[in-house]
Nanobody
Framework: QVQLVESGGGLVQAGGSLRLSCAAS????????MGWFRQAPGKEREIVAA??????????RVAGSVKGRFTISRDNAKNTVYLQMISLKQEDTAVYYC??????????????????WGQGTQVTVSS
């Protein structure tokens, strides 16, 4: 019954912006750490950003490759997590996945840490 549904992907030119959404159902959203991963063709899936209710330092983590350009946020009233992306580059092209995990384990940057996954949304950045 747990379901994560991503939306907001599409085609954008380099330098443009995009906002991804992930709507969750079937779980107590506020108790979960939420993450965004991406997988480019021929590459391993990698962490992009994560957000938790129990972290200090703003309760967020952002990968170095996107720091300063991507921002993760959540709206617990809407059971939704967002990924705001600006100054997009061609190397950001990938399928972006939303994932959820319980908040007890402090690990957040490996796909094996997460229990639930969405189907992904394609982001394509053109030159």
């Amino acid at each position: 019954q747990v379901q994560l549904v991503e939306s907001g992907g599409g085609l954008v030119q380099a330098g443009g912006s995009l906002r991804l959404s992930c709507a969750a159902s079937g779980l107590t959203f506020s108790t979960y750490t939420m993450g965004w991963f991406r997988q480019a063709p021929g590459k391993e899936r990698e962490i992009v950003a994560a957000i938790s209710w129990n972290w200090s330092d703003g309760n967020t983590r952002v990968a170095g490759s996107v720091k300063g350009r991507f921002t993760i946020s959540r709206d617990n009233a809407k059971n939704t997590v967002y990924l705001q992306m600006i100054s997009l580059k061609q190397e950001d092209t990938a399928v972006y996945y939303c994932a959820a995990k319980t908040g007890r384990n402090p690990d957040y940057d490996r796909d094996t840490d997460y229990e639930y996954w969405g189907q992904g949304t394609q982001v394509t950045v053109s030159s």
